[in-house]
């Protein structure tokens, strides 16, 4: 970490996952078209080294999504960022062609992502945890700067970073069920790899799964697949896993004109909206795991083998180790008795929470304005909107599905999401320079409008 106390950037980034990543190349080819040329940057990661999901990265599991639904592509087509410029550096691009498919596998694609990252490593500091952003100690009226006290992961040091903007992409938090703690036996998805590797294989002759959703399917067959031995048991709050809505006319959802549509629709649309397509991306699974699964079940049922069981309408309703024994309590349904499942481990792909900042924000918190639900109001740009005061650009990648709909944290609009605030901040500071400060109006755009009328793109 740097020495140096005080620097200034235009745009620090907290969390350096594929959000940021794709921020930093946004702001890479702004510099390239001379529209970024004045913007400083830096991005702040707790981990040692760049990883996305790499807990789940199973054998032959594929992205859910195109991959041209890249980093950089669906903003710019010819950006030296994409998957099929990393292809043809890598010496891949006939066979991939050759293969025939649209979707990488996972363990591809994170490759790619280690090589967009290695491209701006310069501007990211790994090893390093934003503990809070305030305003700085000098901070004086309509004050325009940021403070970020950030701690070296290993203890070994810290130091002051100031920012007239910061984009906060921390990632989301995962979701145990009630009354369930994780511990050496007692995983949640997100540290499955690296937990089931811990273990001699030989020791789990019965583990549970819960979860109804692509996670949840994967780690099953992985474990059914990679355990011949064991007995595994998927603990379904459903009956049975629900498929996932990609056909063409629902993967439209995921158009980028839909972030408006929403953004700028009716209380009604925004419900319509969430009733008719949470189908498309939450608790479901793809169709070939799904037959995949069953096919595997029913081979068994053929040859009078019990070795995968699916406990339907059934929920975790809480853990507890007795020596060496991991006790599950199973709720079938509401009114039943639970009853006790003992396992060698118990995955729970249960989900995640939605990022909340307001524990990096802290006195900040106050200055962002919230709706009747006490949700933060966001910009069209992904910028909180503060209170007059607080001229400094706050901005969100993640934890903004209630303004910009359902693709706001995923990977399907990444691309045009990094640009729309590379725009704002580029914008915003072009004004700030040029003009008096009072333009850049709290509930509006750049030009001071309402938040109902789109940014110019």
Not at 106 to 129: I, K, M, N, T
């Amino acid at each position: 970490m740097s020495d140096r106390e005080h620097d200034t950037y235009d745009v620090v980034g907290v969390g350096f996952g594929p959000s940021n990543l794709s921020l930093a190349i946004a702001l890479e080819e702004s510099r390239g078209n001379g529209a970024g040329n004045e913007i400083s940057s830096l991005f702040m990661e707790r981990q040692a080294s760049f990883g996305w999901h790499r807990n789940m990265l199973l054998p032959s599991t594929t992205m859910q999504v195109s991959f041209l639904k890249d980093l950089a592509t669906f903003r710019n087509p010819t950006s030296s960022f994409s998957f099929v410029a990393y292809l043809h550096a890598s010496g891949r691009l006939a066979e991939f062609v050759n293969n025939q498919d649209f979707f990488p596998t996972r363990q591809e694609f994170h490759q790619y992502l280690e090589w967009a990252q290695e491209r701006v490593a310069d501007r990211v500091a790994y090893g390093s945890e934003v503990r809070s952003i305030g305003l700085p100690l000098d901070t004086a009226p309509e004050q325009s700067d940021l403070r970020l006290e950030v701690a070296d992961a290993t203890g070994q040091g810290s130091r002051t970073v100031r920012a007239r903007n910061v984009v906060i992409s921390t990632g989301l938090v995962p979701n145990m069920p009630e009354g369930t703690e994780r511990d050496e036996r007692v995983w949640h998805s997100s540290e499955f790899l690296e937990k089931y590797r811990r273990i001699d294989p030989r020791e789990l002759r019965r583990v549970a799964v819960a979860g109804a959703g692509q996670s949840a399917a994967e780690i099953t067959r992985f474990l059914y697949d990679e355990l011949p031995h064991a007995q595994v048991h998927a603990v379904v709050p459903s009956y049975g896993y629900s498929i996932a809505d990609d056909t063409p006319f629902a993967n439209q959802v995921f158009h980028p004109s839909a972030v408006d549509d929403y953004y700028f629709g009716t209380e009604r649309t925004r419900d319509a909206f969430w009733r008719y397509h949470r189908n498309t991306n939450y608790s479901v699974v793809d169709d070939d795991l799904i037959r995949s699964l069953y096919r595997r079940w029913y081979d068994d049922e053929v040859r009078g083998v019990r070795r995968l069981e699916f406990l339907n309408l059934t929920r975790v309703s809480g853990v507890k180790r007795v020596g060496d024994e991991t006790r599950v309590s199973l709720q079938e349904g509401p009114g039943t008795q639970a009853r006790e499942l003992t396992v060698d481990a118990l995955v729970c792909a249960t989900g995640y929470d939605a990022m909340k900042p307001t524990s990096l924000l802290r006195e900040l918190d106050g200055l962002c304005l919230r709706d009747e639900s006490g949700r933060y109001r966001v910009g069209r740009d992904y910028r909180i909107v503060t209170a007059l005061e607080l001229r400094c650009g706050i901005y969100l990648q993640g934890g903004t599905e209630h303004t910009h709909g359902l693709s706001s944290s995923l990977l399907s609009n990444i691309a045009l999401r990094s640009g729309d605030i590379v725009d704002s901040i580029v914008a915003r500071r072009a004004e700030q320079d040029a003009v008096s400060p009072t333009l850049t109006e709290v509930g509006g755009d750049i030009n001071g409008r309402s938040l109902g009328t789109p940014l110019p793109r």
